[in-house]
């Protein structure tokens, strides 16, 4: 996925609870949109480094995830 995918899905007017499957299988779910964050990038970015974002866990934990990791966005309807 690219930043500009990621930071579509996850603008708070238009957010949808969404399931971030990396390619070994591992499942993020990301409920809320202050439970999610894309880093901003700094001018000079060195090819090299891999674009991520962070999830936080209900516990508040981070877990940084690379974008070329993410293998599929599965989107959940709101909670009512």
Avoid at 55 to 73: D, H, S, W
Wanted: no cysteine.
């Amino acid at each position: 996925m690219t930043r500009e995918e990621i930071a579509d899905i996850i603008k708070p007017d238009a957010f949808s609870p969404f399931v971030i499957v990396t390619g070994s299988g591992s499942r993020f779910s990301v409920n809320h949109p202050d439970f999610v964050d894309l880093p901003p990038i700094p001018e000079e970015v060195d090819p090299d480094v891999p674009s991520f974002m962070i999830v936080y866990t209900k516990n508040g934990v981070p877990r940084f995830i690379a974008l070329e990791n993410i293998q599929e966005i599965e989107f959940r309807p709101a909670a009512q």
